[in-house]
């Protein structure tokens, strides 16, 4: 019974970002309700599917420690970008060729680690999330198009879930504030009921159970850009997935070696691949799940195969994932700008330490967000470039990326005489500076550095 309830727990706590990902996406790229509920119980299923997976330890796959895996955010901008452009089909090719490729460059994805440091993967990062607040601002409007955009009444319900959201995160600690956004879900769509404009429709024609089918919404086509964005968005999923790794391996005392990671980042690779059979999504690490695991103390895989046997479960329960259809655009959008500005605040939380480090990191930054975002905006840019050209540069998360990474590539990746003559400076300084035990002369040296 004790394994039940602390499983439970952990299927609320990521529950909330199970459901937004499939409703965003959803919505965003036209799906009708009846497909976006199939969407929620297919993600919801793979969730669990991909949590047994990374659980489990066998020679070739899954790491073996307590980790949920579910839909990583940063994969939605990205995915709404290539629906709209290419389709559907393009989304789910893109998903099953970026886990092919993550499963078989498992193995060397450690030394393309070096590409992908903290100021390439936080810049990566802050781009997606910024790009997706226009996502969450729409939605609070009442979602683009929508008849009744900016009515006072979708103003005042959005904004009133974000608050309540807010608030709860403030005065709470612990679980309940683990799960302050499905609360501020459930809340702001129960107000919106007494509102009268929520519609039960689909809950009502929903089957109660249903049998999953591979390529349900779409026959996966494979274009290069959507290939190649989706393995970028993969690549700094695992950057953050390792960290997410080695936190757990000193919460359960394990130590994790290559061949542990090289197995983990196989089983992040596979899940992506089955999950674009079944139309669904590419998955990573939940790290609020740590965050509870931390909290109660549990450490137990059996614990975490219980949470995937009751996602599973839910995913062959249609009504269960068109109660999550009914939550009205507003109500997601205040949700939304909370989860996608936790996504810029991860950026800015992995920028922080290596900007103050180096006025070169803070010009990577300053570029690589600043053309990424300016694309974004103003999409038509490079419009007199060759189409095959236009492919790179018309997205503002692509050449975002591309410049952090070229920029990193020549200031901290390519020898320099100025660094290679400061490091010189610094390390005569500092002998001169103990042979004359003078510590004013090592911390100057060390200042100029």
């Avoid at 796959?61 to 990583?72: K, M």
């Avoid at 139309?279 to 690490?285: E, Q, V």
């Amino acid at each position: 019974m004790k394994t039940t309830v602390l499983g439970f727990q952990h299927l609320l706590a990521m529950y909330a970002g199970a459901v937004l990902v499939p409703l965003i996406v959803g919505n965003a790229i036209g799906l009708s309700p009846t497909q976006l509920t199939y969407l929620v119980s297919i993600d919801i299923l793979m969730c669990g599917v991909a949590t047994i997976l990374q659980i489990t330890r066998n020679k070739y796959f899954g790491i073996g420690l307590p980790v949920v895996l579910g839909c990583t955010f940063t994969a939605v901008g990205p995915m709404i970008l290539i629906g709209n452009e290419y389709g559907i089909s393009a989304i789910y090719g893109a998903v099953i060729a970026s886990g092919a490729i993550i499963f078989f460059i498992s193995k060397f994805f450690g030394s393309l680690v070096r590409f992908f440091p903290p100021i390439v993967t936080g810049s990566v990062v802050t781009i997606i999330g910024i790009t997706l607040i226009p996502v969450a601002i729409n939605n609070m409007g009442g979602g683009q198009g929508a008849e009744d955009f900016g009515s006072i009444t979708n103003v005042a319900l959005s904004f009133g879930t974000l608050l309540f959201i807010v608030l709860l995160y403030r005065f709470s600690t612990g679980f309940l504030q683990s799960i302050a956004i499905l609360l501020g879900l459930v809340v702001g769509t129960v107000v919106a009921v007494f509102l009268g404009i929520v519609d039960f429709s689909n809950v009502q024609d929903a089957s109660y159970v249903h049998m999953v089918a591979p390529f349900y919404l779409a026959t996966p086509t494979f274009h290069f850009l959507p290939i190649a964005i989706m393995t970028l968005v993969a690549m700094v999923s695992l950057v953050e997935s390792t960290g997410v790794y080695f936190a757990l391996g000193d919460i359960c005392d394990e130590n994790i070696d290559q061949s542990k990671l090289e197995k983990g980042y196989r089983a992040e690779g596979l899940a992506s691949v089955i999950g674009g059979i079944f139309n669904a999504f590419p998955y990573t690490t939940f790290s609020q799940n740590v965050g509870l695991m931390q909290l109660s103390g549990v450490k137990s895989r059996k614990v975490i195969f219980v949470t995937a046997i009751m996602l599973i479960s839910l995913g062959f329960l249609p009504k269960v994932a068109a109660l999550a259809t009914i939550i009205p655009n507003a109500v997601l959008g205040g949700a939304m700008v909370a989860m996608f500005g936790m996504v810029v605040s991860q950026g800015i939380k992995m920028l922080s330490p290596v900007i103050s480090k180096s006025e070169d990191n803070a010009m990577i930054v300053a570029c690589s967000i600043g053309i990424g975002l300016g694309v974004s905006v103003v999409p038509n840019l490079f419009s007199s470039l060759p189409e095959t050209v236009q492919i790179l540069t018309s997205n503002g998360i692509v050449l975002g990326s591309i410049t952090a990474i070229f920029l990193n590539i020549i200031f901290n990746m390519i020898p320099s005489k100025k660094k290679q003559t400061a490091i010189v400076t610094v390390e005569a300084t500092t002998t001169v500076g103990k042979s004359q035990n003078d510590p004013v002369l090592v911390r100057a040296s060390a200042e100029s550095k």
